[in-house]
Every structure is written in C-alpha cells, then in structure tokens.
C-alpha cells in the first residue's frame, strides 16, 4: 500500500511539472473550461435562488385573489360582489384591491400602481393619512418576507411612496415631484414621500404605493368598483373548496389560488434558467469537441515524452494514471473555480452578467441581493455536466497515447 | 544469458510496404560481456536491439531471457523485466525537457514507488560516479552534449540494471567524449554487468574491452 501511495505521489509530481511545462495550452484549456462552468453554476444557482426567493416572498400572498372576467378579460370588480363573498361559509375576510399599471414614456417604463391594504377599499379612503407599516405574519413557521415596508413614510394625498426601481431610473426621491397623465388628459403632480425596502425588490421593484383616492382620480374609477378582492380563509384545506363556491355563486368572477401564483413563478424561472441552460450547452459540446481536439491532438513533444517514459520502464497503465490525474486536475480545478466564482457573481454581484436576460424584460430591473440557496442536487448535476463530458472525450486519445511502443523512443533522432 | 532463436521482424505486414528488417536471426549473447552489433544503417541493429531489450515483440522465433521464454509474456511482464533487467542508453539522450536532471535520472524509478530519499540518495549517487552531481538541480536544457549523454547514463543505471543496453551511443559524440563513454562502459563490464551495443563506429567496436562483434546486414548476421 505505502508503494501505491508513494507511486501516485510520484506520478501526481510528474503529472504537475507536466501541466506547467505546458504552461500556455493548460491554462487556456483552464480557463475556457471554467468559463463553462461558471455560466452554467450561474444559471443554476440563480434560477433555483430566484425561485426560492419568489416563493419565501409569495408565502405572504393573499390566499385567494378574486377578478371579474368579462369577454376572457380581467374587468373592474363590482363592489357589490364583496357582500357575496363574505356569506361564503369559511371565508375569514374579504378585502378589496386597487391596482394597475402606468406606462411612463420618457424612459419607457411600466409601473405598478397598488392602493396599499386598507387604503385601497371603496370606502377606506379615510384612513389614507395613517402611519402604514405591513409586517407580515409567519405563515407554516417559516418567515416570510413582506412584500412591501414603507419604513415609517407616510402615504396621504398627493403623495406617492415609490420602489427602489423607479426611484434609480427616473433619479428621483424623497421630496421631489413625479407628474402622471390622467385618464382624461389632465396632469397630477405627486410628491413622493419615501421608497419601499430593498428586502423585496424582485417584486417592489416597479411599485408605486399610492391612496385609494388618487388612484380612482388618476385611471377615472368610481367607487362602486375596485380591482379586484383578496380573500382570507379560515381553514388553508379549504381554499379549493371557497374558490369552487365563489366560481359557483359569481358566474363571472375567477378566484386565484396562491398556489397557483407559486406554480407560475415556478414555471416561468424554469423556464428561464432551462432557456439560458440549451442556449449554453452549444458552449459546452464546443467545449467537448475543443478538449478531444487538445487531448488527440497530441504534440510530437508530447508523443516523444510518452515514448521515453515508456522506454524507461512506465507501463501504459502508468501513462494512462498520469493522464488521468492530468484530467482531474484541470477539471476538478476548474470545476471548483467556476462554482465560486459562480457564487460570488450571483449572490454578491447580484448577477451582472445575466441579470437581463434571467429577471425579465422590463426597463425595471430589480437590484437586489439574492440569498444564498445552493443544494447538493444542483452540484452534482453541474458535476456531471462539466466534468464528465471532459473525462469521456478524453480518455480514447489517452489511451491511444499510451499504446505509443516503447521503441519509438529508440527510434526518435531529432532532438 | 539471452538466446534468440529464428527470429523475425517484419514492419507493415500484409501492406505494399511491408518490410523485413531481420531474417532468421540466431544469437547468443554472453553474460558479463560486452558484445557490440555492427552494421551499416538499415541493417537491423536497432530493431534488433529493441526485441532484445524487450521493447518489441518479433514477428516470428522466440527469445530467452536467463533461459526464460519472454516472447509471449503480456506487456506488463514484459515491462517489468524491461525495467528491472535492462538500462537503456539512446542514441540522444532522450531526457525530458523542462525538468531538473535529478527528476530525469529518477524517472525510471516512478513507477516502483520507492521511498523518495532513498531513490534521491541513489540518483546522487549515481550523478556523483559520472562527475555530474553539481548539475542536479539543473534543466536538461542547460547540459552540454556529454553532461547530458552522462544523465541519461546515470538514468539507465538508476533501477541497478545487469544488462546495459547502448544504441548508437556515441553517433553525436566527439572524439575525447566517446573515449570517456568507452571508459564508463569498461567499468560496468568490472562490475559484472552485461553490455550489449549497436555501432559502426570504429572506436567503439574495436576498442580492447569489447568481447564479441556481430556482423549484421540487411537484417541477417554475417559470418
């Protein structure tokens, strides 16, 4: 045993002297493969923290989320549907929502406009002046984020509390002024009174927080309508069961369950990530056929080395041992460089490279920090992603360098 | 010590291009001696060497090692006994670049897994006998042609050989160098070693300590 030991050691040290002889050829392989590496780690750690991150968040989301549906459209909700709801058994409290989207054409923008929770009633308007600060309830003991802080602003007439998104692209703050258009063509001047949290900016991103009053004066709805209605569930089996009832009793509403919210989260970062992955894996098979080029492409130096060793008494085994820690030092080097690197670009450079790309679309995109969530599962299907296509397109070169006769050494006169 | 019985070499068979580098080759080879195979280029010494060296296998015929069949021996005998038996000196010194002359002499010894201070004091040791030892540390890149034909000496000898084997070793050797490789020669045959070496160098195969010549030509041995 202590021989086998003192061989692999013998061969490690070969094999390393080996890899810095080669200096140039090593480290661009090196390089490239970590750059592989390091995409796809990005990818993975970001699309599966983005998820986890979406569902802390949307753990806070109303249980059941009512719309009124004309023509397959999301209508105004007629406040008058709120009284049948509430004679629901099982139904703990109904409340109702304003909300909608504001395009801003100087930095071609949407907006996401909400009446915070009991400013944004019929007839809560009243309570538009109170000091507002949503902490959220843990819910199945886990906490969960809220979805929006306001930090002590006060939201009242005339005044807007703007997400961190909307305050970076339109450079403004607390105390300045941001004129909209309203639906009649008029212009309102808002003050703005503070910014939201940078806790949840993957969904505060785009919000403007405004009172249920300006909100109805701004996009010209009455009060006997609102956007649509949250509802609470006493007994969380019996969310399917409420939603049936609401569909049964309002022929023209459609209840959302939150699950159902988590489920298209889900989908659309798999979605993403699955995209990124494909559009790299052309990467990764280039990478493939770049690394049998560089292991079967074997240079007359390098041949030359086989045919000596061999001639000195190696055997191919031995050849092939001191190829294979060759291969497991680059990619298992690789391999760790890219994963680290990948961890720090994602979690603490908030994913520079690929944040288009992975968060969406719009001109908003949220700046926040992810928190780490990396799993065993996602690392050994990196593993096997990277290092094994590197292993399996090497080895028949390998082996075919290692069969090179001992007496081509003999035959070798050129120096 | 080594026998050879009808033995064969044929390169390419089946191809237009086959050829036959020996032909029904017969010899002994005594231990202890220093028997130098001559001939002009093309004539089979090389190939000849390499089989008894067990670094090739013949086509046809058998060979025999201390009167050991080794011919059909799979290829990990066969480089074991090749590693244990025979000390290879080549035409080039044919030491790997890049490394130091101390890690080139102790290579052949890699695979055996011996403990490292122990196959170092014998490399030292080694380089010290052939006036080579201040160069240890060095490149090969930095030797001149003699201290670098003594490396590969020293390396040939690092596994405790009874068989040398030498392929035209003085080819790129000036005149004193190659009276210096003789002296080395001389003293492994004082040492009991057996010395087998293919040249058509005059000052090689005449010299007073080789025993036996073998005349080889066109893959045959003469005479």
């Not at chain 1, 590496?37 to 993975?44: G, K, R």
């Not at chain 2, 695979?111 to 080579?132: D, F, Q």
């Not at chain 2, 293919?198 to 066109?218: A, G, I, Q």
Request: hydrophobic residues 45%.
């Amino acid at each position: 045993m202590r021989h086998w030991i003192e061989k692999q050691r013998y061969i490690i040290d070969f094999t390393i002297s080996s890899l810095l002889r080669r200096k140039v050829k090593n480290f661009g392989l090196l390089a490239l493969y970590t750059l592989i590496v390091f995409i796809l780690a990005s990818t993975m750690f970001f699309t599966y923290s983005i998820k986890k991150e979406a569902s802390l968040i949307l753990k806070g989301a109303p249980e059941i989320v009512v719309q009124k549906i004309v023509a397959g459209r999301h209508d105004l909700f007629p406040v008058s549907y709120i009284d049948t709801i509430k004679k629901i058994r099982g139904v703990a409290a109904v409340e109702s929502r304003l909300w909608g989207y504001y395009y801003d054409s100087l930095v071609s923008a949407n907006y996401t406009l909400l009446t915070p929770p009991s400013n944004g009633g019929a007839a809560d308007t009243a309570q538009s002046s109170a000091k507002i600060t949503v902490v959220e309830s843990e819910s199945g003991g886990q906490p969960v984020k809220p979805l929006f802080e306001l930090g002590g602003a006060v939201l009242e007439p005339g005044t807007l509390i703007i997400g961190n998104g909307i305050a970076r692209l339109r450079n403004i703050g607390k105390g300045d002024y941001m004129p909209f258009r309203a639906f009649d063509g008029n212009v309102m001047n808002f003050r703005i009174s503070g910014t939201l949290s940078s806790q949840s900016e993957l969904v505060s991103s785009d919000l403007m927080l405004i009172t249920g009053e300006d909100f109805r004066k701004l996009f010209g709805i009455g009060n006997s309508h609102v956007t649509d209605v949250t509802v609470a569930v006493n007994n969380p089996s019996e969310v399917e069961m409420v939603a049936s009832k609401i569909r049964k009793r309002l022929p023209e509403a459609r209840p959302i369950i939150r699950d159902e919210i988590l489920r298209t989260y889900d989908s659309i970062f798999n979605w993403r990530g699955g995209m990124m992955i494909v559009i790299f894996s052309a990467a990764v098979l280039a990478f493939v056929i770049f690394a049998w080029d560089k292991a079967s492409g074997l240079s007359a130096g390098e041949r030359r080395e086989i045919g000596i060793l061999k001639a000195v008494g190696w055997e191919t085994s031995d050849v092939i041992q001191m190829k294979f820690w060759e291969g497991a030092m680059i990619s298992l080097t690789a391999f760790f460089t890219g994963v680290i690197l990948a961890y720090v670009h994602v979690f603490f450079t908030g994913s520079l490279v690929f944040e288009p790309a992975l968060k969406g679309w719009s001109n908003l995109y949220p700046n926040f920090e992810l928190t780490p969530f990396v799993n065993l599962e996602q690392l050994t299907t990196l593993f096997f992603l990277t290092v094994v296509p590197y292993t399996v397109a090497t080895i028949v070169p390998i082996w075919r360098a290692a069969t090179i006769d001992p007496d081509s050494a003999m035959r070798f006169t050129g120096e | 010590m080594i026998e050879l019985f009808n033995v064969k070499k044929v390169f390419n068979a089946g191809n237009p291009s086959e050829f036959s580098a020996l032909n029904s080759v017969n010899l002994f080879i005594e231990e202890n001696q220093v028997t130098v195979l001559k001939g002009p280029s093309g004539s089979g010494k090389t190939t000849l060497l390499s089989i008894v060296g067990c670094m090739s296998r013949p086509s046809a015929g058998r060979v025999k090692l201390k009167g050991r069949e080794i011919t059909s021996l799979p290829e990990r005998f066969l480089t074991d006994i090749r590693r244990k038996t025979f000390g290879f000196i080549f035409q080039q010194p044919n030491l790997i670049k890049g490394i130091s002359v101390l890690d080139n002499v102790m290579l052949p010894a890699y695979p055996l897994g011996e403990k490292r201070s122990h196959l170092k004091n014998r490399a030292m040791k080694g380089l010290s006998e052939l006036n080579i030892a201040n160069k240890a540390a060095s490149k090969v890149e930095w030797l001149s042609g003699g201290e670098a034909q003594r490396a590969s000496i020293v390396r040939a000898l690092i596994n405790d050989p009874h068989i040398i084997i030498a392929d035209e070793p003085t080819a790129h050797l000036d005149t004193k160098l190659s009276y210096r490789f003789m002296e080395i020669i001389e003293k492994f045959k004082s040492e009991g070693k057996t010395v087998i070496i293919t040249s058509h160098d005059p000052l090689v195969y005449e010299s007073s300590m080789v025993d036996r010549v073998v005349n080889l030509r066109d893959g045959q041995i003469e005479g």
